[in-house]
């Protein structure tokens, strides 16, 4: 099955598709709580950063793009801060081609979440209550049109902002129709019958529950409601998110439930645009609606475990089905990919920390190093020298275990999230490159002598020295093993 599903992935790859809907602009305000305003009773945030992404429609793309398919995106902006915003952040967006019609009568949506550990206080949103397109509409039929006859699905994202009309829904299906290709859909609106002639239809749990007027909290209940709303749409199979339940569908008249692992959940923002881009990608990538739904959960259970609208890409869809890669999770980075990697997380407003070291023989004293370092940020990435690095550090006797294998050792290790190799003797180069929100080393140094500690600090970061664990150190165990 895992195979099968890999093999779905890569025959999707660089697959064109069309997304169409409303897209939006999050907006992530991230900081620490540690007082009571002394005029009401609220927290007050201190504000450390402020993160934006295309939302709606927009994370949709990002997503379907994470995953290999190129996406050409279509939907509407006004002619305001947050519509040039949104373009200049989605022109930026490898994989996106973003074509939208812009409106003076439609305000561009904003969602804005305040979040102090990883908890969101509170989320504001600027919109209008009955959001109009005008001559904006006929911009984006014609762009639907043009669009479609390259592309191997139409997704539609409505999130009732406005972009999706009778008129611009007609213009979807009869591309769809005309170019013989699926029209899948993510509703909104509670009456299913304007959606009538999808291929595909996801509504989440709460969704059904409204459109059928029938209660959803068990596998019995999701099934006469997927019935119930069969009947507006005989033509389309039906899937309903059901959050930590996983998913349901049906297909013909058959109901099938698919129940994802337990995940530890940080964020449940944008998982349904995450669990829709997945299961375009299995269907593109000719898949039945069973491995379309496999891939969407485990989309989206990565999705949740992550803050922030986050993406989620092919290949770490790939590494959550393969058994090595679930107990080897951390991913092994060249320099530039590790640099990459640590603008990725701090893009999601995630805290990186960074230790270093031999780490030639693993023992306790390293265990309890890396999980008090872990307990301290969101992402740790741990950085290990070069053999020849410890050779000239340590003498010709040493590394005992070589580059690679101590990079392994590593990977297996709950803490660690990404290792990486430093040739030089110390890794200040790779500090200043990576610029980490936590340097993390052991009680055998003092700040003053911590490589990287004044570049971290410069940065608004903190520097934090782990107790040793007595008796624990790779030069005791050999000298112990080198006793006659």
């Not at 519509?83 to 081609?97: N, V």
């Not at 080393?441 to 600090?457: F, H, L, M, N, R």
Request: with cysteine; glycine share 10%; aromatic share 4%.
């Amino acid at each position: 099955m895992k195979q099968q599903l890999a093999a779905l992935i890569d025959q999707a790859q660089g697959a064109q598709v069309l997304c169409v809907g409303d897209v939006m602009l999050d907006r992530f305000v991230y900081g620490m709580v540690d007082r009571v305003s002394p005029e009401s009773p609220v927290p007050v945030l201190r504000k450390s950063a402020t993160v934006e992404m295309p939302g709606g429609a927009g994370n949709v793309a990002r997503n379907m793009a994470a995953m290999g398919l190129n996406v050409v995106l279509v939907g509407c902006i006004g002619e305001d801060d947050a519509g040039h915003r949104l373009e200049a952040l989605l022109a930026a967006e490898p994989g996106i081609d973003a074509r939208l019609a812009r409106s003076s009568s439609y305000t561009s949506v904003v969602k804005s979440r305040f979040v102090a550990s990883n908890q969101q206080l509170l989320r504001v949103d600027t919109e209008t209550s009955s959001p109009t397109l005008g001559v904006a509409e006929a911009v984006l039929t014609s762009a639907i049109s043009k669009a479609a006859a390259n592309c191997k699905a139409i997704i539609v994202s409505d999130y009732a902002k406005g972009s999706i009309t009778t008129g611009t829904y007609a213009a979807c299906l009869n591309a769809a129709e005309a170019n013989g290709i699926p029209l899948l859909v993510d509703p909104k609106s509670l009456d299913f019958s304007i959606y009538e002639g999808a291929s595909l239809i996801k509504p989440n749990a709460a969704e059904l529950s409204g459109a059928t007027g029938l209660p959803t909290g068990t596998d019995e209940e999701v099934g006469k409601a997927l019935a119930a709303a069969a009947k507006k749409l005989p033509a389309s199979r039906i899937v309903v998110t059901r959050a930590g339940r996983g998913m349901s569908w049906l297909e013909g008249d058959t109901v099938s439930h698919r129940h994802g692992e337990a995940k530890q959940v940080f964020d449940v923002s944008g998982a349904g645009d995450t669990s829709m881009a997945a299961i375009t990608l299995g269907m593109v990538g000719g898949g039945s609606l069973a491995d379309a739904v496999a891939l969407g959960l485990a989309a989206s259970g990565l999705a949740v475990a992550k803050t922030g609208t986050a993406t989620v890409s092919a290949d770490e869809i790939r590494n959550s089905l393969n058994s090595l890669h679930h107990h080897l999770r951390a991913p092994v980075l060249v320099r530039e990919e590790a640099q990459g990697l640590v603008r990725r997380w701090k893009a999601e407003g995630l805290k990186v920390g960074f230790t270093n070291g031999c780490f030639d023989i693993l023992h306790p004293g390293h265990l309890a190093l890396l999980e008090e370092a872990r307990a301290r940020c969101d992402r740790l990435i741990v950085a290990i020298n070069s053999d020849a690095s410890v050779k000239r550090l340590k003498g010709e006797t040493r590394p005992v275990n070589t580059e690679s294998d101590r990079a392994r050792l590593l990977t297996g290790i709950s803490a660690v999230d990404a290792v990486t190799v430093f040739e030089e003797d110390t890794p200040s180069e790779l500090i200043e490159l990576l610029l980490p929100d936590l340097l993390v080393k052991g009680g055998d140094y003092t700040e003053e002598i911590i490589v990287g500690a004044e570049t971290v600090k410069a940065n608004g970061g903190e520097v934090h020295i782990v107790e040793l664990v007595e008796g624990q150190s790779t030069s005791a165990i050999l000298a112990r093993n080198a006793r006659p």
